[in-house]
């Protein structure tokens, strides 16, 4: 059990939860921080968010569209050592990536040979294929996820069916966490047919819309909206840029553009786009701007010249406590980091919580929200952020609740919709915590949480 040496604390100043967080068991906690209502998820990578059981059934299930996949189990030595790899491929000797068929009956004789149907997969070949996507181990890092993961994905990832499918069960799995509205990053571009043949971006976006109009999306009660995504570093990222700019101008579904990538490729530093940005200005209004920045080792100047480049959010911001001017620049807004407590350590920006600058940014009054990143790569969920931010900075019952106001408050949703957002999540917050404070740990539910292996592994609440 862990216990929280606190002072005492009048019933209005939130004794109830002083009380809990000294009392509970590490299980209760996490049972309360599940139960509890919470606002929304501003930094979520909707491919890097489905859980690996997802991709598996929904990829056999993509035949339905005509999809059909094979994934590589063994290496034949079918090319010379050193042999280059074609452009937009996966390396030679990555295990479990996948492709087509169609692709698949493309390769030489040999090659084929190292593939298999996803369908005909042995349960211990389909559970080492689930894990060759979750930072499952301890010797796994930043290298493993940004070089492997999404190469490992491959033709998945550009099935907008699929995609499809993964958006409604993160929905409805956050709502049964207790959230309310999403901002997923979701591109329209790059989308195939199962014979490869590209998808126009009309049709995707199209395909994505028709999905949350579905009655079992409207009956989650979930407020969607969506970002698209820009990988900064491509060759060709400020002719995408412009491509979704206007994408984002002429679609009420779609409300900003971000731009994602390791920080660390030179390629995409920010005020590469300063120009492009102010072309675009020029031609479009109601576009927002939340761009990942900070999300590195050493100080630069990355979140000052994001904040340049026009951005209203920063994902991460690890770093800005080593930039102090900006630092100074942004208490008490206007500008909000989205705080990715799993996911910076999973991606060893930090070594451990203490090293951790998100107490800083929240005691200081930097406007800080949780999120959750690519939680199905780290298999892991919101209630997980709150219960690490909870048990690793002692929160007060005050700052979990404006960690939720403000992933509604700084959110891009319309405002009438955003003003509706926060008075249900006060009704809700309020009821939660009239019943906690009057019954205790006795008003939770019987049915425990469900848990993740990031949970169960770190803090082992699942024992």
Known sequence: MWVAAVPPVSAAEGHWFEQMKAEASDA??????????????????????????????????????????YTKVKINNCREYGAATAPGTAPYYLMFTNITEARWRALPACEQGEYLPLSDLAPVVR???????RLDKPTEGRDEFFETHWSRLGDMAVNPWLIAELLYRNIRAFADEGLIYLEPQLPT??????????????QVAEIFRQRLGAKDVLATGMTVRF??????????????LREMYKLVAENDLWVAV????????????????????????????GVKLSIHAGEVDEPNAHISDTLLLGADRIGHGVNLIADPDTLRLMRHGPYMVEINLVSNLLLEYVDDYSQHPFPEYLR?????????????????????????????FNLSWDEVKLLSRNSLTYSFVEDDVKARLLGTYEDRIGAFEARMSKRGLKALKNKSAPKRSFICTRYGVCG
Do not use: C
């Open 227 to 240: 970002q698209q995504s820009l990988l900064r570093f491509a060759p060709n990222a400020e002719q995408q």
């Open 28 to 69: 209760e906690l996490y049972q309360v921080l599940f139960e509890m209502p919470k606002g929304g998820d501003l930094h979520e990578h909707l491919s890097g968010s489905g859980l690996s059981e997802w991709w598996f059934d929904e990829a056999i299930a993509a035949s339905a569209h005509g999809y059909r996949y």
């Open 127 to 133: 559970a080492a294929w689930e894990n060759s996507i």
């Open 258 to 285: 971000n731009m994602v990538g390791r920080e660390d490729n030179g390629k995409g530093y920010p005020l590469r786009f300063l120009s492009t940005l102010r072309e675009l200005r020029r031609q479009y209004h």
């Open 189 to 202: 571009q790059g989308y195939t047919m199962p014979d490869g043949s590209p998808i126009p971006e009309a």
């Open 364 to 392: 200081v009054g930097i406007p800080v929200a949780l999120s959750t990143d690519d939680r199905g790569m780290w298999d892991s969920t919101m209630t997980d952020e709150f219960y690490v931010a909870v048990r690793e």
